[in-house]
């Protein structure tokens, strides 16, 4: 595993307008007060999914300052062996867990030496959990239960994310709100930090309902202004549902290729082991040879450490580069693209596409035919029932009919439909918002993420995109009323509700960064997702037993 | 909710009466695509058990394809050729299936023969 970018240390989440800093600061001063709470030397139990997330504030050195001496993953049957005075578990409030947490605790007790145990709920502690805890028969064994608000975390000078992999299936298929209500949440954490954001623009449902609430907690609040000048000017609330193609296309930035194709989780990569350490070695050091004086020399050294780091990032990101060049340039990748920018262009859309039909016949992955036949879904409005039965059977009948549900799934969300009208509406969206650009290579990055961007732009006035769109206001206390500089840019907080692309936020940050944009964008998701990792999230996995 | 159920369900008979409840719902939802891929799979299994008592072939669960994929392999030709006929293959699937399942096991004579 390599660090993928070494931006993505703490320090340089400083970078931008808007210091995301500070919201990190604030997660790690919660953790070392509840660490604090519990005096003496400590073991910590992960639940695995958490140790990505929490890598990202704080590190192992912080947790050592605070006594923490072990760490294990959670799992069933009796814990390692540690001498510590505390046990702390780390977990998500899921019930099953807390069945594995009751078996640790159950098996400790008949031990030696009595130890105090702690949970801390992340990102909110549940009754359920609780509950279940009481009728295992362990709730008393723990002196403190805990709840560790973990709503956004900052992942870059400009990114946030909620990491909640279900946030998409909860939100549009199963109508679980939870992950709205964090979200909120979250905003009026950022909004205690960074101060009230004036203006708030959505589209969509699920916008709608976090904006309800923000301005419901908002109202219990009252009384209670932060008097901080505002950092952000406009927070942007869009559902993904708004846009369901640009991630089922593959995305074609640099950080979208890494993702698409070995998966980027919590800022790392996990890169296949060959072709990598021969190059940092042997491009190192080299300039060394230039160096003529002492003081010459004495300088060299000093600039060693940063160097060494950048070195050594060139040649993982060349590397990287290279075997994404691999990847590129085979016709298969081709082919694929070939028939997805098919679609976007609206070639043949409604008819059975013989590419599909022949990575079918060949037993691709699942995901990748889920993607293109959703994909022309989408870009036909829906198919044609004649089709759309046909690719379904199709599916059924090589990769098993237990797919059942996956399709049933996918129909419900909307990536897959039946065309009701005749009339198809996304060809006259891609005409309005120019989404598509003929012959384009930095405009690439805008390009890749149609409606994103596009709507960024125009504060959703695509009129014909799916879903209510809605404005409000937040009241400022008085004297706050930001005094803006001649030339100053506007920060617009861009929250995608149920996931966004790497693609999608270069194409943000590209706007970031033309001159004439004006506007400073700050993403933030409940999730960073691309094509693959979207669709599996609706997939149902059914464990067959064998006969 | 019967499809999950079905599959929790290890023995035959019992997986197939969840099917048929779940065809049962299907049609009440008025949902005739999945009624009658649901009936398609109970047809499936039942094929794959006469296969598994007759031939002693381990097919019975896997998809369509995996079972044609199988029989062919296994040199039982006429079987996978009724499966073809019975449920509707595409001929261009079906070739390719035939194809690569004849090419791995390098039975070059049966692919002559077409």
């Known amino acids: ?328 340039t085979s016709e298969a990748f081709f082919d694929n693209l070939t028939v997805e920018q098919e679609f976007m262009t609206g070639v043949d859309t409604d008819k059975v596409n013989t590419y599909i039909e022949d990575c079918m016949a060949q037993k691709d992955p699942l995901i990748k035919i889920l993607r293109l036949v959703c994909m022309q879904s989408v870009c036909n409005n829906g198919l044609k029932q004649k089709v759309l039965d046909y690719y379904k059977r199709e599916i059924l009948q090589t990769y098993g009919y237990e797919h059942i549900l996956t399709l049933g799934n996918l129909e419900k969300t909307g990536l897959l439909k039946l065309q009701t009208s005749a009339r198809n509406s996304y060809p006259t969206i891609r005409k309005t918002l120019k989404l598509w650009m003929e012959d384009a290579n930095e405009q690439r990055a805008a390009d890749a993420a149609p409606d994103a961007a596009g709507v960024a732009q125009h504060r959703g006035g695509a009129e014909d995109a799916p879903g209510p769109h809605f404005e409000e206001r937040q009241q400022l206390p008085a004297g706050l009323h930001k005094k803006r500089q001649q030339g100053e840019n506007n920060t617009t907080l861009v929250f995608f509700l149920g996931g966004v692309t790497y693609a999608e936020i270069a194409a943000l940050r590209f706007l970031s960064q033309m001159e004439d944009g004006g506007t400073e964008y700050i993403i933030a998701t409940t999730k960073l997702i691309n094509g693959t990792s979207w669709v599996r999230s609706l997939m149902d996995r059914l464990e067959t037993l064998p006969f | 909710f019967y499809v999950r159920a079905s599959y929790q369900e290890g023995k035959l008979e019992a997986r197939l009466s969840h099917l048929q409840s779940a065809v049962d719902e299907y049609n009440k939802a008025k949902n005739e695509f999945a009624a009658k891929a649901t009936e398609e799979e109970m047809r499936l299994l039942r094929f794959q058990r006469r296969v598994e008592e007759e031939k002693g072939e381990r097919v019975l669960g896997s998809s369509l394809q995996d079972t044609m994929h199988c029989l062919i392999s296994a040199g039982l030709h006429k079987q996978a050729e009724q499966l073809y006929k019975d449920f509707r293959v595409p001929d261009k699937r079906y070739w390719w299936l035939k194809l690569s399942a004849l090419a791995e096991k390098e039975d070059w004579d049966e692919l002559e023969k077409f």
């Open chain 1, 1 to 328: 595993m390599i660090l993928l970018e070494d931006r993505k240390m703490a320090a340089h989440l400083s970078y931008g307008r808007v210091n995301l800093n500070i919201l990190r600061e604030a997660a790690r001063k919660e953790l070392r007060e509840f660490l604090d709470k519990c005096a003496g030397s400590k073991a910590i139990v992960w639940d695995e999914y958490l140790t990505g997330p929490f890598g990202l504030i704080a590190q192992y050195s912080l947790l050592k300052e605070h006594e923490v001496e072990k760490m294990f993953t959670l799992k069933g049957g009796r814990l390692p062996a540690a001498d510590v005075k505390n046990i702390i578990f780390f977990v998500r409030p899921r019930l099953e867990l807390m069945d594995i947490i009751a078996e640790n605790v159950i098996s400790e007790d008949k031990l030696r030496s009595p130890r105090d145990f702690h949970i801390l709920f992340v990102p909110r502690h549940s009754l359920l959990c609780k509950q279940r805890l009481e009728e295992q028969g362990v709730l008393g064994s723990f002196i403190n239960i805990d709840e560790y608000i973990l709503d956004l975390i900052p992942y870059d000078g400009d990114l946030l994310s909620m990491e909640s992999e279900s946030a998409f299936r909860e939100c549009y298929l199963e109508n679980d709100q939870t992950s709205l209500y964090h979200t909120a949440k979250g905003l009026m954490t950022l909004q205690a930090l960074y101060g009230t954001i004036p203006q708030i623009f959505g589209k969509g449902e699920c916008a709608r309902h976090v904006a309800n609430m923000m301005l419901r907690m908002k109202r219990e609040f009252a009384g209670s202004q932060t008097q901080i000048l505002p950092v952000f000017d406009t927070l942007l609330l869009l559902d993904r549902n708004v846009d369901l193609l640009t991630p089922l296309a593959t995305q074609l930035t640099y950080e979208g290729l890494i993702d698409e194709v070995y998966g980027i989780t919590n800022g790392y990569v996990k890169l296949p082991p060959e072709n990598k350490k021969a190059k940092i070695i042997s491009a190192a050091f080299e300039e060394r040879h230039n160096a003529k004086t002492v003081g010459e020399i004495k300088q060299f050294v000093s600039q060693l450490p940063h160097m060494q780091a950048a070195r050594s990032s060139l040649a993982n990101h060349t590397s990287i580069a290279e075997l994404i060049k691999d990847i590129t």
